[in-house]
């Protein structure tokens, strides 16, 4: 593409994740801007944004909505129906990789190891005593309980004790009207990039996620210094080739394209588990995608150039 093309950077949005699109979206846009390119941040206002890209003739959509409308197919959906290349996945492999309920449809089906789950439908979980009961017969504590359809950890509940269940179901269900109660996996919590070279899935080096407070929650996340991140995760060749093997093989089975993450747990033994998918993920310059680029010796501006010119 031309560099002089205008490169419109979406972000923000009406999701619960809105603000730390903001801070992906504005870093790329100065990444891009860096490299060349005619970046120009956009904010996401559903109703207004085809007017908004062909009113600066824009040429590409640069994708940095994270939750709602970025990740679910709705974004992806629109621009097909314009004529406008976009980065990431499409719309089909985004909609089933938000809805974590669908993920794991996926994952089972392919018989790709990941977590064992009940997947709760709030129309048929008036009862949240009972679905305490259930959840507790299945996987005794502990036990997470997530909404199916968050990210950043939004909604994503580590269940220590009894009492915690009905109180972690109740929020869940106000985030999502599909719940899942998971198996808790025991182990280091890792994270594999993986790009595309030449059209085929390069998984970057694994990284271990290592939260001071053994929870890799919100505050995990996005507070300074409570998390340690290792990358390349000291595994061993085998456990490292193992980890990446099934985090390519989620990536094939759910129709990813561009850039995502998959997170995996890898279990005491050694097993990994693959948790779920991130079709937008941060992007940051010291967000996860960016580390594992940079343990390999791409820079942010130059990873951010790469995901632009996969715009498809």
């Known amino acids: 593409m031309n560099k002089q093309d205008v490169v419109a950077v979406v972000l923000g949005g009406p999701s619960s994740e809105a603000e730390i699109s903001r801070v992906t979206g504005g870093a790329i846009a100065a990444a891009l801007r860096e490299k060349g390119y005619n970046a120009k941040e956009v904010e996401l206002v559903p109703d207004r944004l085809l007017s908004q890209l062909h009113a600066m003739n824009a040429k590409v959509v640069f994708n940095a909505v994270h939750g709602k409308y970025g990740e679910d197919g709705r974004l992806q959906s629109l621009l097909e129906a314009a004529g406008i290349p976009y980065t990431g996945c499409g719309v089909l492999a985004s909609a089933v990789s938000m809805d974590k309920s669908a993920t794991k449809r996926f994952l089972q089906s392919a018989g790709i190891a990941t977590p064992r789950c009940l997947i709760l439908h709030k129309r048929e979980c008036g009862d949240l005593a009972a679905v305490k009961e259930q959840v507790l017969r299945e996987f005794g504590v502990p036990v997470v309980i997530k909404a199916a359809s968050q990210g950043s950890s939004i909604g994503v509940y580590m269940i220590k004790n009894e009492a915690e269940i009905e109180p972690a179901l109740k929020e869940a269900f106000d985030y999502s009207a599909n719940v899942l109660a998971e198996e808790c996996i025991v182990g280091k919590e890792l994270t594999v990039a993986i790009m595309e070279e030449a059209g085929q899935p390069k998984p970057l080096p694994v990284i271990w996620i290592a939260p001071h407070s053994g929870a890799y929650d919100f505050h995990s996340k996005y507070t300074k210094g409570a998390t340690d991140y290792h990358c390349p995760a000291p595994l061993g060749e085998a456990v490292t080739a193992h980890v990446q093997q099934l985090a390519v093989a989620a990536y094939n089975v759910l129709g990813l394209s561009g850039v995502a993450r998959i997170d995996v747990m890898l279990d005491e033994q050694g097993q990994g588990y693959v948790l779920e998918a991130n079709t ?17 010796g791409i820079s942010f501006p130059n990873l951010c150039e790469r995901i632009l010119l996969s715009a498809k």
Do not use: F, I, R
């Open 280 to 296: 937008v993920p941060g992007m940051t310059a010291t967000s996860l995608v960016p580390k594992a680029a940079a343990a390999v």
